[in-house]
Nanobody, 125 residues
């Protein structure tokens, strides 16, 4: 499967961005999708995940209430709406996928089998 993230850029603190991740190569509706981020000098960390149908979601504590993950299975795309951005949200954001027969989500990077190249989000103060 191929994953292509887009939508990153430079934004002022308090602003918003919407990231997109387009998938191809296998039926998208079978995949659990996740967003992760990695800031310079830090390890990759979980941001959000969504189940195959979109009925289940999970968020890291530091983004709850600010970020929203969603998906459009007809467009083979998962989104990450990021509001009230903070300078500490600056990172490369990557999407990941893994097929599942269950309507669950995973938060550990090791649970995902496919990764796309990231998109850089820079939040200025």
């Amino acid at each position: 499967v191929q994953l292509q993230a887009s939508g990153g850029g430079l934004v002022q603190a308090g602003g918003s961005l919407r990231l997109s991740c387009a998938a191809s190569g296998r039926p998208f509706s079978r995949d659990v999708m996740g967003w992760f981020r990695q800031a310079p000098g830090k390890e990759r960390e979980f941001v959000a995940a969504i189940s195959r149908s979109g009925g289940n979601t999970a968020y890291a504590d530091f983004v709850k209430g600010r970020f929203t993950i969603s998906r459009d299975n007809a467009k083979n795309t998962v989104y990450l709406q990021m509001d009230s951005l903070k300078p500490e949200d600056t990172a490369v954001y990557s999407c990941a996928s893994r097929p599942s027969i269950l309507s669950i989500v995973w938060t550990a990077p090791g649970e995902y089998t496919d990764w796309g190249k990231g998109t850089l989000v820079t939040v200025s103060s």
